[in-house]
């Protein structure tokens, strides 16, 4: 079985940083697209970034993008999400997520879910 865990969610004020982290175990994930998404509450899950597995190629949206850093230690089966500059608006449950197919930024592009880590920034 695929299973995604995330860790590393807490409280921090505006501007400082958080690093997440998903464990995955159960498959081999090379070419895999691994993604991360973010809920607010009261508000849909909305894309933050991706990557693929093996290579590397990541990309983010608008939002957090200069912001935010997806990277991977594939010996330890572990992916991150590097949080700087934090903004009260980054506040939401924070999921790992893998894709079988290319990825994309819908959530429908994903077959894995974590059960998700809570961020929350303070003003």
């Known amino acids: 079985q695929v299973q995604l865990v995330e860790s590393g969610g807490g409280l921090v004020q505006a501007g400082g940083s958080l690093r997440l982290s998903c464990a995955a175990s159960g498959h081999?994930?090379?070419g895999y697209v691994m993604g991360w998404f973010?809920?607010?509450p009261g508000k849909e899950r909305e894309f933050?970034?991706?990557t693929g597995w093996s290579y590397g190629n990541s990309y983010y949206?608008?939002?957090?993008?200069g912001r935010f850093t997806i990277s991977r230690d594939n010996a330890k089966n572990m992916m991150y999400l590097q949080m700087n500059s934090l903004k009260p608006e980054d506040t939401a449950v924070y999921y790992c997520a893998a894709s079988r197919a290319k990825g994309g930024s819908s959530v429908r592009d994903y077959d894995?879910?974590?059960?998700g880590t809570q961020v929350t920034v303070s003003a």
């Open 28 to 30: 081999t994930f090379s």
């Open 38 to 40: 973010r809920q607010a």
């Open 48 to 50: 933050v970034g991706a």
């Open 61 to 65: 949206s608008d939002s957090v993008k």
């Open 112 to 115: 894995y879910w974590g059960q």
